[in-house]
């Protein structure tokens, strides 16, 4: 099992360029959720979804969409980048619900200048 | 609304050394506790957790005790390794769809 994967590991963007960060999961299953890291903040969620074609906002939806058609994948899209979305991004996945043991990936460091 | 405060970090320590990081939470209802750890250039994974008051969580030699009368959940380990060099996360979920984190503590243990 490859766990919770994701792609790019680094990415530098320009204001108003958009991108997708890919998330995959090889576990089955059904939760999958979007935070960023910032300094001091701890994770932050963005989005989560509790299966294939639902999705909800999290804490700081602002500024990026998701989309969830296959359990096994979860993008998430930046439709105009701002500086403000530089962070470093992690997808997470759990069996059960958000309250049980989550999985995360190994991270998208994201840079907007 | 919920919440998690830990201490600040960086803590540095040497070899052996006895580690506690402090963490306190505030929630309604019963929130399961948790603390997870992010080596570097990696993404979190969990330590230990605990679901009620009284529990204790422990893996790797560490411990952590879920204290409802003092909202606290420490984190202890008795003599810590170069290698348990990360950042540690505390966090709470009171069973819905949030996970709360705390901002981290940084810990380098020195050889």
């Known amino acids: 099992n490859a766990g919770v994967t994701q792609t790019p590991k680094f990415q530098v963007l320009k204001t108003g360029q958009s991108m997708t960060l890919q998330c995959a999961q090889d576990?089955?299953?059904?939760?999958m959720s979007w935070y960023r890291q910032d300094p001091g903040m701890g994770l932050r969620l963005i989005h989560y979804?509790?299966?294939?074609?639902?999705?909800d906002q999290g804490e700081v939806p602002n500024g990026y969409n998701v989309s969830r058609s296959t359990t096994e994948d979860f993008p998430l899209r930046l439709l105009s980048a701002a500086p403000s979305q530089t962070s470093v991004y992690f997808c997470?996945?759990?069996?059960?619900?958000?309250?049980?043991?989550?999985?995360f990936g190994p991270g998208t460091r994201l840079l907007v200048l | 609304g919920d919440s998690v405060t830990q201490m600040e970090g960086p803590v540095t320590l040497s070899e052996e050394a006895f580690l506690t990081i402090n963490c306190t939470y505030t929630?309604?209802?019963?929130?399961?506790l948790f603390w997870y750890v992010q080596y570097p250039g990696e993404g979190l994974q969990l330590l230990l957790k605990?679901?009620?008051?009284?529990d204790k969580g422990s893996n790797k030699g560490f411990e952590a005790t879920y204290r409802k009368e003092t909202t606290s959940f420490h984190l202890e380990k008795g003599s810590v390794q170069v290698s348990d060099s990360a950042v540690y996360f505390c966090?709470?979920?009171?069973?819905?769809?949030?996970?709360?984190f705390g901002a981290g503590t940084r810990l380098f243990v020195k050889a």
């Open positions: 997470a996945s759990s069996q059960r619900g958000l309250a049980e043991t989550q999985y």
């Open positions: 576990m089955n299953h059904e939760y």
């Open positions: 979804s509790v299966g294939a074609g639902i999705t």
């Open positions: 929630a309604t209802g019963y929130p399961s």
């Open positions: 605990a679901t009620k008051a009284d």
């Open positions: 966090a709470l979920n009171t069973g819905g769809f949030k996970t709360i």
